[in-house]
């Protein structure tokens, strides 16, 4: 039996009613682990979502998905998006973990167990409450939407659905990872995702919106220092993140209203934890490839930071316009980071705390990390495992819970010396990894890919004669979506933006199906369809 999508929730509600038990569940309860808060009914279903999600084979498919750069000629030590899912979860465990035992402490003192309330636990209780488990589930999940080649697939998916195949919407890899959860993905029962509870679902939405929410929404209407994390400053084709397509409103809709103190547009505190784990996970774990692969080289990065705080004063006074023509001296490219924090985030942006973190970054791995060539050996080894230690330690210890926080931070967040701290090691990936030209032809060549598979099986969808020998499941999600989306029009067809015509939605459904198609491919899986597509004979 189908729960009412927007009815109100519970943490615990699923989509569907169950009626026979899952294959994950214990014969008797657990008692509660330490750091654990509420009851062991709650929380073996949402130990039953985390081995779901585990168990899943779009969690599998993460091991050939690449987090970074491509792991092809680097041998084992690159991250994929498997491993760094596991690494999230692991820092999500303990940040949780900690206000979950801070949730107890008010609880106890609630019931007059305690002498002493805990401030951070009161208002943690307040929004809904903090598990570990759910926050663990919302880190095995938070990348299943990755296509293949990472965020370069996921750019190419998005432009290629929007200018080729008309999709409005296009594809976002935070709005798949929920469409794979609650549509795609399944159980081997008689209904779609894997039902899981309001809680993990609605941990996994970072942007707790549609793109087209914010549709004609200005900058004058609204600035963008105004705006939540992700929305970007688009009125025309709406937010550049988002969590849902317009199919999955109602299951985004029905999670949320089982936390009725959240307010709109903003993460629930579980989600909030994994959204810090990730940045930690990211800015840190990360590294480890870059030293090792040799991709990170001393000489460039110890000339951007260290004549940035050489020439801090004077950068600052120089017009922006000059520091932009003169991006690729120096110095020039901090310069531009800072600048566009300042801008967006000037509620937690400083100066004085963003060179205190340039002068950090600059002597841990500058003058520390990258100083000795890594070559494999063990004192080489010992100085990535000490680094990585050391970091992520500083940074999962520098958590800020906040009742009524600003619209671009979050309930859960880095503290100012953090947040900044994070900004200038994602900054050195950005500059010295991701835009390498080293990596150009290389992307290049997977942009082809991915585009040319979208359209390979669009052409494929369109040949009267051929169509019906395309993949079986790519026949079966065209029906549904198509399906899904005329159900929709005539449910709420307020939420369908252009031509809701039958043959309008007939090409949105067969749109969103090879997106969906596509983008479940592994990167090798990606290459060979690719070159049995393309090949002449």
Request: charged share 25%; aromatic share 6%; glycine share 8%.
């Amino acid at each position: 039996m189908k729960e009412t999508l927007t009815g109100t929730a519970n943490r615990a509600t699923r989509r569907y009613a169950e009626q026979e038990s899952s294959q994950h569940a214990a014969h008797g309860l657990d008692a509660l682990e330490p750091g654990e808060a509420g009851d062991s009914t709650e929380l073996e279903q949402f130990r039953i979502d985390l081995e779901r999600i585990r168990f899943s084979s779009y969690f599998a498919r993460l091991s050939d998905v690449t987090q970074v750069v491509p792991q092809s000629g680097v041998g084992p030590v690159m991250h994929n998006r498997l491993t760094h899912s596991l690494k999230v979860s692991a820092v999500a465990r303990v940040v949780a973990a900690n206000l979950a035992g801070a949730v107890a402490q008010h609880n106890a003192f609630e019931r007059g167990e305690a002498s002493t309330d805990d401030e951070t636990g009161a208002i943690v209780a307040a929004l809904g409450g903090c598990d570990t488990i759910v926050a663990q589930a919302a880190a095995h999940a938070h990348d299943l939407g990755h296509p293949p080649f990472g965020h370069l697939g996921e750019r190419v998916l998005d432009r290629v659905a929007r200018e080729r195949l008309g999709l409005a919407e296009g594809f976002e890899g935070n709005a798949q990872t929920f469409r794979i959860l609650t549509s795609l993905d399944t159980l081997g029962r008689d209904f779609a995702g894997l039902n899981l509870t309001a809680a993990v679902r609605a941990s996994v939405l970072k942007y707790p919106w549609t793109r087209a929410r914010w549709v004609g929404v200005t900058a004058n209407e609204l600035p963008v220092t105004e705006r939540p994390r992700g929305v970007g400053n688009d009125p025309v084709n709406g937010a550049e993140k988002f969590s849902s397509y317009v199919l999955e409103v109602g299951e985004l809709e029905q999670a949320l209203s089982a936390f009725p103190a959240i307010a709109e547009g903003v993460q629930t505190v579980e989600c909030a934890v994994m959204d810090v784990a990730d940045d930690i996970a990211y800015a840190v774990h990360d590294l480890d490839d870059f030293t090792r692969a040799g991709v990170l080289q001393h000489a460039a990065v110890a000339a951007e930071l260290q004549t940035w705080l050489a020439e801090d004063a004077v950068l600052a006074a120089e017009p922006l316009a000059k520091i932009q023509v003169e991006w690729r001296r120096p110095g020039r490219s901090l310069e531009l980071k800072w600048r566009g924090m300042s801008r967006k985030d000037g509620w937690i942006a400083d100066r004085d705390a963003f060179r205190d973190a340039v002068q950090l970054v600059s002597d841990e791995l500058v003058d520390g990390l990258l100083l000795s060539p890594y070559d494999g050996g063990i004192a080489s080894e010992r100085a990535v495992s000490g680094f990585t230690r050391r970091w992520i330690e500083r940074l999962r210890s520098s958590i800020v819970v906040e009742a009524r926080p600003h619209m671009r931070g979050g309930h859960v967040r880095l503290n100012q010396r953090a947040w900044h701290e994070v900004a200038v090691l994602k900054f050195v990936h950005s500059s010295f990894v991701l835009e390498s030209p080293d990596l150009a032809h290389s992307q290049r060549g997977q942009a082809r890919v991915v585009e040319e598979l979208v359209l390979g099986f669009d052409a494929w969808l369109s040949d009267p004669v051929d169509a019906g020998r395309a993949p079986r499941r790519l026949l079966e999600w065209v029906d549904e979506a198509t399906e899904s989306l005329f159900d929709l029009s005539k449910e709420r067809p307020e939420l369908l933006q252009g031509d809701i015509s039958g043959a309008g939605i007939h090409r949105r459904g067969r749109a969103r199906a090879i997106l969906d198609y596509v983008s479940s491919f592994t990167d090798q899986q990606a290459v060979a369809a690719f070159d049995l597509l393309t090949r002449a004979g």
